[in-house]
């Protein structure tokens, strides 16, 4: 039992470094978008890869986050804005040439971000919940830091949508004695559901449009349509 514990940790730990890496390229690849130097590189590529991960330790509070504990961390996360200041990666060829990848890194962190909750003693809600935050915190605060609507908000095809998926998965199958087929079941899901979304141009609804039909409420809008009248 001691041994499959220790097997999930060194598959989970290579797994966050896969992430890690390919999440610090595409900051590269928005940086390069952005116009900046070597400088704004490391650090934008280095946001990008370490953020989620970060954001999930701190809230766990179960010791210090395992970027600054684990030295393997922030080299993995700068080799990879490097890779992108050195070969030309824009934001459209990682939409096309890097999906699968893209799609794999929600997997990864998905599934090791729900692990590591469940490994801490909180439950399942908590585990879904910082599972999605490791998937989609990094690029989040990357995109924030740059003064751009995060792409998890949405104009991107079912990303949060999938990570949160996997989450689950895994907690499904933690639960069921399986975890080793959790990860598996989250980094293939995540690579079908994630390309099926883009391939198919899957998106969650933007906001309706319905408005209520009653007295006050229309009393409101012909006010605020005579405040505000449209422009001719």
């Not at 610090?24 to 390069?32: H, S």
């Amino acid at each position: 039992m001691a041994a499959a514990v220790e097997a999930i940790t060194q598959v989970t730990r290579y797994l966050d470094l896969a992430g890690v890496f390919a999440c610090a390229i595409l900051g590269g690849a928005v940086a390069r978008a952005e116009r900046l130097d070597l400088f704004g590189f490391l650090v934008v590529g280095s946001i990008s890869g370490l953020g989620g991960g970060v954001i999930r330790d701190t809230l766990l509070q179960n010791g210090p986050p395992v970027a600054l504990t684990d030295y393997a961390y922030l080299p993995t996360a700068l080799a990879g804005a490097l890779l992108s200041f050195v070969i030309s990666i824009s934001e459209s060829s990682w939409d096309k040439l890097f999906t699968a990848l893209d799609a794999a890194v929600i997997g990864f962190w998905s599934v090791t971000g729900a692990q590591k909750t469940l490994a801490a003693g909180l439950g399942w809600l908590p585990a879904i919940l910082l599972g999605t935050t490791t998937a989609v915190g990094g690029g989040a605060l990357r995109d924030i830091m740059l003064r751009r609507v995060p792409a998890v908000f949405g104009g991107t095809p079912l990303y949060g949508t999938v990570a949160a998926a996997v989450a689950a998965t895994m907690v499904v199958c933690t639960y069921l004695g399986a975890p080793l087929a959790g990860l598996i079941a989250g980094v293939v899901g995540a690579l079908l559901f994630r390309v099926a979304a883009v391939r198919f141009g899957w998106n969650l609804p933007n906001g309706l449009e319905w408005q209520p039909h009653s007295r006050l409420a229309s009393a409101w809008r012909n006010r605020r349509q005579r405040r505000n009248p449209p422009d001719t």
